[in-house]
Every structure is written in C-alpha cells, then in structure tokens.
C-alpha cells in the first residue's frame, strides 16, 4: 500500500522535519491558548491529522473529502485567524523579539498553577473602591492562562507589586499612565498604558464608554478577567468571556475574583 511504503522509507531529514514541525505548531499554540481561537486551532489540527491518517491507508473517497478542507486551509486560516496573524507579525517585526527573554518566554511551557492562579484581590477591591468615591475611571486586566504579552508590550512596563495605593497613583487623573489598561499578571502589576481592543458588537449598549468596550474586548479574545471603574457613574464592573456584570458591591468584587481565580486550579 502506499501509504505503508511511505512510512518504510522513514528517515532522519524525516525526523528533523517533524521536529521543525512540531515547533513551529508549539508556537503558534503558546499566542493563541487561552483565547477563543483555541478551538478552532485544534479543530484545524484535527482534521489535517485526521487527512494525513486516511491518505496513509489509501482511503480514496474520505482522503478526497478531507482534502477539500485541507486545500482551502490557508484561506480558512487567513479569515479565522487574522488578528492573531496580524499580531504575530507585528511581534516578529518588533525588538521584542530578537531578545533572549522572549524566546524563552514563547518556548516556555506555562501550567495553569504558574499562570497567576493567587491573587491578592484584597487590593484591586480596596484600590476600585477608593477611585470609586473620587469618580476616577480605570480598567484593571487581570491574566490567568492568557499572558497577554502583545498587549503587556502595548504598554510602559512596571512590573511593581500590587498594592492599592500603586493602582490609585497610577489611575490618577493627572498621571501620564493613567489612560489606558492596567495588566495585572502573577499577582504584579506589569504594565500600564496599555491599548486593548475593543468590541466589535452590533448590540453594545451605549451607555457603556471605551472603557467596558475594551474590557469585553480583551475578553473575548482571552480568558483574562476585566475590572473597570466608570468615571462618571462611580460604578465598579468585573467583565468575564465579554460578559458584564455590573453595580457591584465591595464584597461581590471581592467574591467574584476569588471564585474564578480558584478556577485555574480545578
């Protein structure tokens, strides 16, 4: 069969290959884990695989079919994929990339346990509370499998301990950091200043600001959770997979952060 003379004629340039292959596919897993483009990489993944397997056995109609989707793939890929795409090469073309730090940083693997999974929510709640009362805007993202490193990058690195006070006197009105996001990761506060997408929904309600819209924008495109202060309603926000819930009190902030933080661990 042909498939099986194939495999007989199995060698090292075949070995290398596979190797490059599978480096290459680590990779591209590492910038999109944890988004909602996850699913559709390995669904992907699975049907190539599964292509590769039917051609090995000779299977002529089902390797037919497959193929089908396999030769209009990269289109596929270009539609389904094209922010990440666009922020990968934007990541190639970048400084970043040549440095040691990062190389490391992509071939890093990252379990959910080294992913930021503790928090010390005690002083985003104190720290929104506070802007509260002196109608101070702010939005907080806070990673967990997400490293979120294109955005971090967007934005003046930090990387200070987390503390209400450092929130307070970054999100203060007359700071030069305080338009934008705060990236919280590994429980330190990494970055601000950061640029985050927005959303693209048709049915947003208007009177949300940019604020919300990029805090459902970040989570939809990642598992990262998103607390915002409204700068002119006082009212404190989490925002989860694009959903918001909103008006919350100090002790449901408090609850509601620590509930799906624990969730890294299950």
């Given amino acids: 069969m042909p ?15 596979i ?7 680590y990779l591209i897993y590492n910038l999109v884990k944890g988004t909602s483009a996850i699913s559709i990489f390995i669904g992907l993944g699975f049907i190539y695989l ?3 397997v039917v051609k090995a056995f000779d299977l002529k109609l089902l390797s037919s079919i497959l193929g089908k989707f396999v030769n209009v793939g990269v289109i596929a890929i270009m539609v389904v994929f094209q922010q990440e795409i666009r922020k990968f090469l934007l990541y190639i073309g970048s400084k970043e990339f040549l440095k040691n730090r990062n190389w490391k940083g992509l071939l890093r693997f990252t379990s959910a346990a080294e992913a930021g999974s503790s928090l010390d929510a005690e002083q985003i709640v104190e720290a929104c509370f506070t802007m509260s009362q002196s109608l101070t805007g702010a939005l907080i993202i806070i990673t967990r499998k997400s490293d979120l490193k294109f955005y971090i990058n967007s934005g003046e690195p930090i990387d200070a301990a987390l503390t209400a006070r450092m929130l307070e006197n970054i999100f203060y009105k007359n700071s030069p950091l305080h338009d934008g996001a705060v990236i919280v990761k590994d429980n330190r506060i ?27 924008g970040i989570t939809e495109l990642s598992d990262a959770l998103a607390v915002t202060v409204s700068e002119q309603t006082g009212r404190v926000s989490l925002t989860v997979g694009g959903e918001i819930t ?21």
């Fill in 190 to 216: 990494v970055a601000a200043r950061c640029v985050l997408p927005v959303t693209e929904r048709v049915d947003f309600p208007a009177h949300y600001g940019m604020r919300h819209r990029a805090a459902v």
């Fill in 246 to 266: 909103t008006n919350l009190t100090r002790e449901k902030l408090g609850i509601l952060l620590d509930k799906y933080m624990k969730e890294l661990s299950q």
């Fill in 3 to 17: 498939g099986f003379a194939l495999f007989m004629s199995f060698g090292v340039v075949d070995v290398i290959d």
């Fill in 19 to 25: 190797l490059l292959v599978a480096v290459i596919l």
């Fill in 50 to 52: 599964s292509w590769i």
